[in-house]
């Protein structure tokens, strides 16, 4: 056996170890945020561990404060209120997705730092909207 | 026209086409023009998936053949991959910046195409730590094929985990949510980055033969001053006979100082233009992402163009 082959068959093993964990072990762990109805289901609320919450910004509840904005935030099911201390990004506004880090208190997010998450779609400013099979001056209706 | 001076052309056409496009539609709704940003970010991302695709098609087709022309193939779009890779990564946090209001997170398609690009860098640096030609190939054509894995990792981990990153646009489970004037943009945008691949691949390629013909004609060399008892390098094991390497021609010390004064002032100038992100208009950040993704790849096609000349000047000095 050629000395590299005694190499490759331990790497290749690795690296089928760490994709199964990933892929398999590791899949629901490994969201980037948490939606508003798992934080009110699962988080302990109170003890003060960061987490971050994403979620859309729900329309005409954005209120401007001394150091920041208050919103809410809904994944469709749940809604929770944000007090939010910091600049909102420049993107930041009604209907659009945001994930904000911060602390669950049981009835309120506190956070201080905000992302803003756009989703796949591109619509052009006269609210043209896109239907399967539609053609270009029909999609600008 | 020579073939390789038309596939230069069309390509600058192409993306002279392209760029009107992204830059003459109007504004998307929720974006505005921060959308732009998407016309060179997407088809950056393609051509790195692209080029690692052809390099395992290269590195299979050498295991098969033993074919050196393959190797070439093979290493030569691993080298453009990486730079595209690169570029998608940058301009993406140009992006980030300018929309999440991030220029890097934790999120899964982040983490996982910068494990690809250390992965295809891996693969570049196990070719130069390789002096046998045949083991070198054969090497780095199996990591060629292992490395494959990594872009459906990289593509669907916007599906399989939840990220801060958008969905696919192109192959969305729902289709496309986009409207006409972007989908024109990025079509243009992805049909002119991939002629530029065609472009980049050609010298790149070209380059490669000059590299092959250079060792070819050092080793003819050595045989000649030791005489029948020594063969050629080439062959797997020839390195018990103990050839001594020839040391690389001196490089012109003029060239390396212009090249790193260039890349001091690359560097220097995104630094200055990222640290006064907050005040950059619209408009600002896709003038930013533009002029990067523009300034990168006339970089790298001026510094083939150079590695071209040097190698040729060498294989000339030899023969």
């Known amino acids: ?141 | 026209m020579t073939r390789s001076r038309f596939f230069e052309f069309a390509a600058v056409a192409a993306v002279a086409a392209a760029l009107a496009v992204a830059l003459g539609i109007g504004e998307e709704r929720t974006m505005g023009n921060l959308a732009r940003v998407l016309f060179v970010h997407v088809p950056s991302a393609w051509l790195a998936y692209l080029s690692f695709v052809v390099t395992l098609v290269g590195s299979g087709l050498y295991l098969r053949t033993k074919d050196l022309r393959w190797d070439r193939f093979a290493a030569s779009s691993a080298e453009v991959g990486v730079f595209f890779t690169t570029l998608a990564i940058a301009l993406g946090m140009i992006w980030g910046r300018s929309t999440w209001g991030v220029w890097w997170t934790w999120d899964a398609r982040l983490v996982l195409t910068a494990v690809m690009l250390f992965v295809y860098l891996g693969y570049l640096a196990l070719r130069r730590s390789i002096p046998d030609r045949l083991a070198r190939a054969r090497r780095s054509a199996w990591l060629g094929i292992l490395g494959i894995v990594q872009i459906p990792l990289v593509h669907f981990s916007v599906v399989w985990w939840r990220t801060l990153h958008q969905q696919a646009t192109i192959f969305n489970t729902e289709g496309m949510q986009m409207d006409w004037p972007f989908r024109s943009a990025l079509f243009a945008g992805l049909a002119a980055y991939t002629l530029v691949y065609v472009v980049l691949m050609r010298r790149r390629i070209e380059l490669a033969r000059l590299e092959d013909r250079f060792e070819d004609l050092v080793a003819a060399e050595e045989r000649e001053v030791a005489g029948e008892a020594v063969t050629a390098p080439r062959y797997e094991g020839s390195t018990e006979l103990e050839i001594e390497e020839t040391p690389p021609p001196a490089r012109s010390r003029r060239a390396v100082v212009l090249a790193l004064a260039i890349a001091a002032f690359l560097v220097a100038a995104v630094a200055v233009v990222s640290s006064q992100a907050t005040s950059l208009s619209r408009w600002g950040w896709v003038a930013y992402a533009y002029t990067v993704a523009y300034v990168a790849m006339l970089t790298y096609v001026a510094w083939l163009a150079w590695r071209i000349t040097v190698t040729r000047r060498r294989v000339e000095e030899v023969s």
């Open chain 1, 1 to 141: 056996m050629r000395r590299y082959a005694r190499f490759v068959i331990p790497a290749l093993g690795l690296v089928a170890v760490l994709l199964g964990f990933l892929l398999f072990n590791l899949k629901d762990s490994l969201v980037f945020f948490r939606t508003p109805t798992e934080v009110v289901q699962e988080a302990q609320a109170g003890d003060g561990d960061r987490m971050r919450l994403g979620g859309q910004v729900v329309a005409g509840t954005i209120d401007e404060t001394t150091d920041g904005v208050a919103f809410d935030v809904s994944d469709g099911t749940t809604t929770i209120a944000v007090i939010h201390t910091g600049a909102p990004q420049q993107l930041f506004q009604e209907g659009i997705g945001v994930v904000i880090t911060g602390t669950w208190d049981g009835t309120m997010f506190h956070s201080d730092e905000m992302m803003v998450k756009h989703d796949e779609q591109y619509r052009t400013e006269d609210g043209g909207e896109y239907h399967p099979g539609d053609y270009p001056d029909s999609a600008t209706g």
